[in-house]
């Protein structure tokens, strides 16, 4: 039973999270065609009677369907806030105040507002009221926390040890924190946000660098075999998480993420303290993951038969 509503509470969770995303975007747009995003949540819906039926509602070892499905149902429609605030914004010049000053009143009214005896038409209302900076900021957070607890929910995959999957959730919370400073504080530059161009590329690779979570590469040790103890397995086979580490820190996440910030320092003259370091702290990762590669070369060559 415990495993049944592991695997079944986490996707419940990303079917609301999936949802409440959706609303938000035909209640921004005034659009009601866009209530039909709802229905990729179907496939997260067949995906869990498939995985409690032919599973048991265990993850798969490698890869995780649910994860990725979450990902394809919420992100549309973060996308399509995105870009409406960033038209929004171009068009009128006055949405940031008007959104400085609806929070403002919003925080001055908490202690009513948010009192216990507060009906639900009313916290309905002032959470209908926040503007969409706030609520893109709380989709895009809630969608990394939901990414991590819901993984530590999910009944583990067959063949994946406790030590494995600790490692896993341990990276989940490193690269969730990275992602969501690299959206909020790129996004948040003016200057950035006037070239519609470069909002699309931060969103592709923000886009590209959430494939990381449906995946457990990185940590995974396959049982070593007879031909690897024997130093004569191929490199990959032999070396195969650390390889699978190297690879996504260059082409998913600190490599994507460095060329971006650069491009927004040199093109854009944007040029801060936190924007500097988190460039230095890409650049660090990437030459330390290139190191790490040469040493994985060397010892696979050392141990290979004279």
């Known amino acids: 039973m415990l495993e049944i509503a592991g695997a079944v509470i986490p996707r419940l969770f990303f079917i609301l999270h999936s949802l409440v995303a959706v609303w938000r975007v035909t209640h921004s747009l005034h659009e009601r065609q866009y209530a ?28 995780s369907p649910a994860i990725l499905l979450y990902l394809i149902c919420v992100m549309p429609s973060i996308w399509i806030l995105e870009v409406h605030h960033h038209q929004a914004e171009n068009n009128d010049k006055n949405v940031s105040n008007k959104c400085i000053e609806l929070n403002n009143e919003l925080a001055g009214a908490n202690s009513y507002h948010l009192s216990f005896n507060q009906n639900l038409t009313e916290i309905f209302e002032l959470l209908s009221s926040a503007c969409n900076d706030a609520w893109i900021l709380g989709l895009h957070q809630t969608l990394l926390i939901l990414l991590i607890v819901g993984k530590w929910v999910l009944p583990m995959g067959y063949g994946i040890t406790r030590d494995e999957f600790s490692q896993l959730l341990l990276i989940f919370v490193s690269i969730a924190a990275d992602i969501l400073e690299f959206t909020t504080e790129t996004l948040s530059e003016p200057n950035v946000r006037k070239n519609t161009v470069l909002v699309y590329a931060i969103l592709g690779v923000w886009s590209w660098s959430m494939l990381q979570f449906p995946l457990h590469l990185a940590v995974l040790h396959t049982e070593p075999s007879s031909a690897s103890q024997n130093s004569s397995g191929s490199l990959l086979s032999t070396y195969r998480a650390d390889i699978w580490n190297i690879i996504v820190s260059l082409f998913i996440h600190d490599g994507p993420f460095f060329v971006l910030r650069m491009f927004v320092m040199i093109h854009f003259k944007v040029i801060h303290q936190m924007l500097v370091f988190f460039s230095i702290k890409n650049f660090l990762v990437l030459l330390i993951q290139i190191y790490r590669l040469s040493v994985i070369c060397e010892d696979y060559r050392s141990r290979l038969p004279h």
């Not at 995003?37 to 798969?60: F, Q, S, T, Y």
Request: with cysteine; net charge positive; proline share 0%.
């Open 36 to 63: 039909l995003l709802a229905l990729l949540n179907v496939l997260l819906i067949v995906e869990m009677i498939w995985a409690l039926k032919k599973r048991k509602g265990k993850d798969c070892k490698w890869f």
